[in-house]
């Protein structure tokens, strides 16, 4: 493949996170190089898929040499489309990678370099800042006006969507800023707060007849919602095979239950389990698996382990998939996550090539929404890890 610079411009106008999450959308495969006037060589980034698979600067490499480079605000880029021809040093899923390198720069771990420096001058650590709240921000694709037929405004303080109320309207933020928030009976737990690009509701909520919202979704100050063709959508949906209607499914149901495990943990419940100790370990992250998995018989759970015990994140049965999806990076197994199976679990190997390619034919907006779906799944667990350090789990 002959290579060239395909997209370029300053990290001063797109962040580097937004800039891996738009060509991670697109699995893009190649090299963002990124030139600094604080430095005379440039760094480099490889992308396979639109995922990060290796980085370097000098003569250092991996994932903490990709961390830093969060804190280059003010460095050119270019992408350059080629192969990512390099020993792959980076295993953890572009999502994770992006929430963990804006936090650490935000908390002034990483070193700021910011505009061309004064002769002299050196990279200063960016002062941690002093935020509002600790809610993350979501920010979807770039929006596909194609399914979009209608828009609606809501003044601030509305509640768009009302947990346990049924609704199947499906919407995208145009502009303005909502909150979910998981009502339980000891309170609402905020979740995460979402802004241009998210989207409003879930794949289930368009295939079910009646479906009952999981929770509130706020708006903060005045938004600008588009309403999406659901029956564009549904008859989109009706044309995929049956093993990629599943997989969706399957990722939905991950969705929801790991929001009511960082609702639990937004109200400061024990989200700790020690119910794997007697099972099976089926997927673990010192292994690297790469295979997936459809479960016949039997359940599956999925365990982030952190310092002070381990946490649960969800529980998957048959139909549910588990393992390596290429095109769904969740911050889950197999690199960030485990996986144990219950005594009377059974399952199959699955070769994802075939749908692989299916999902790749898809429309924009779909695909927009399953990497949406997967992104609010590493958001969330991002989340329920940080709740988790700070109760001193």
């Given at each position: 493949?002959?290579?060239?610079?395909?997209?370029?411009?300053?990290?001063?106008?797109?962040?580097?996170?937004?800039?891996?999450?738009?060509?991670?959308?697109?699995?893009?495969?190649?090299?963002?190089?990124?030139?600094?006037?604080?430095?005379?060589?440039?760094?480099?980034?490889?992308?396979?898929?639109g995922n990060p698979v290796h980085a370097e600067f000098?003569?250092?490499?991996?994932?903490?040499?990709?961390?830093?480079?969060?804190?280059?605000?003010?460095?050119?880029?270019?992408?350059?489309?080629?192969?990512?021809?390099?020993?792959?040093t980076i295993k953890k899923s572009r999502m994770e990678?992006?929430?963990?390198?804006?936090?650490?720069?935000?908390?002034?771990?990483?070193?700021?370099?910011?505009?061309?420096?004064?002769?002299?001058?050196?990279?200063?650590?960016?002062?941690?800042?002093?935020?509002?709240?600790?809610?993350?921000?979501?920010?979807?694709?770039?929006?596909?006006?194609?399914?979009?037929?209608?828009?609606?405004?809501?003044?601030?303080?509305?509640?768009?969507?009302?947990?346990?109320?049924?609704?199947?309207?499906?919407?995208?933020?145009?502009?303005?800023?909502?909150?979910?928030?998981?009502?339980?009976?000891?309170?609402?737990?905020?979740?995460?707060?979402?802004?241009?690009?998210?989207?409003?509701?879930?794949?289930?909520?368009?295939?079910?007849?009646?479906?009952?919202?999981?929770?509130?979704?706020?708006?903060?100050?005045?938004?600008?919602?588009?309403?999406?063709?659901?029956?564009?959508?549904?008859?989109?949906?009706?044309?995929?095979?049956?093993?990629?209607?599943?997989?969706?499914?399957?990722?939905?149901?991950?969705?929801?239950?790991?929001?009511?495990?960082?609702?639990?943990?937004?109200?400061?419940?024990?989200?700790?389990?020690?119910?794997?100790?007697?099972?099976?370990?089926?997927?673990?992250?010192?292994?690297?698996?790469?295979?997936?998995?459809?479960?016949?018989?039997?359940?599956?759970?999925?365990?982030?382990?952190?310092?002070?015990?381990?946490?649960?994140?969800?529980?998957?049965?048959?139909?549910?998939?588990?393992?390596?999806?290429?095109?769904?990076?969740?911050?889950?197994?197999?690199?960030?996550?485990?996986?144990?199976?219950?005594?009377?679990?059974?399952?199959e190997r699955y070769d994802l090539r075939k749908v692989?390619?299916?999902?790749?034919?898809?429309?924009?907006?779909?695909?927009?929404?399953?990497?949406?779906?997967?992104?609010?799944?590493?958001?969330?667990?991002?989340?329920?890890?940080?709740?988790?350090?700070?109760?001193?789990?």
């Amino acid at each position: 493949m002959k290579s060239k610079v395909v997209l370029q411009g300053s990290l001063a106008f797109i962040e580097l996170g937004e800039l891996l999450q738009q060509l991670g959308s697109s699995g893009s495969t190649g090299v963002i190089k990124l030139l600094s006037g604080h430095f005379d060589e440039p760094g480099y980034i490889y992308l396979d898929d639109g995922n990060p698979v290796h980085a370097e600067f000098g003569k250092e490499s991996g994932v903490d040499v990709l961390y830093n480079f969060f804190g280059w605000t003010h460095a050119d880029f270019e992408f350059i489309r080629d192969e990512a021809n390099c020993t792959p040093t980076i295993k953890k899923s572009r999502m994770e990678i992006i929430l963990d390198g804006l936090r650490m720069f935000d908390d002034g771990l990483i070193p700021e370099v910011g505009p061309a420096p004064e002769v002299g001058e050196k990279p200063k650590k960016k002062k941690k800042s002093k935020k509002q709240d600790d809610l993350p921000d979501i920010k979807g694709p770039v929006i596909d006006y194609v399914y979009v037929v209608d828009e609606e405004e809501f003044p601030g303080g509305t509640d768009v969507v009302a947990q346990d109320r049924f609704g199947n309207w499906f919407w995208v933020i145009l502009s303005g800023k909502m909150e979910v928030i998981r009502i339980l009976p000891e309170g609402p737990a905020p979740i995460v707060r979402l802004s241009d690009g998210a989207y409003i509701g879930s794949i289930v909520s368009f295939l079910r007849e009646g479906n009952v919202r999981s929770a509130t979704v706020k708006a903060i100050g005045k938004v600008q919602l588009g309403v999406l063709d659901s029956e564009l959508i549904s008859r989109e949906y009706a044309a995929m095979s049956d093993d990629l209607q599943s997989i969706l499914i399957s990722v939905d149901k991950r969705l929801r239950q790991v929001t009511d495990v960082c609702a639990r943990a937004v109200l400061k419940q024990d989200v700790t389990t020690d119910r794997h100790k007697k099972m099976k370990m089926l997927i673990s992250p010192e292994r690297n698996e790469n295979e997936c998995l459809r479960i016949t018989a039997g359940e599956a759970h999925v365990i982030r382990k952190t310092p002070g015990g381990s946490i649960h994140l969800c529980s998957l049965g048959a139909g549910d998939f588990v393992g390596a999806i290429p095109f769904l990076n969740s911050s889950h197994e197999p690199y960030s996550a485990f996986v144990c199976a219950s005594r009377d679990f059974r399952a199959e190997r699955y070769d994802l090539r075939k749908v692989k390619k299916e999902y790749e034919s898809i429309s924009n907006t779909f695909r927009n929404m399953v990497e949406y779906m997967a992104t609010s799944i590493s958001v969330t667990t991002g989340r329920i890890m940080d709740l988790a350090g700070k109760m001193g789990i």
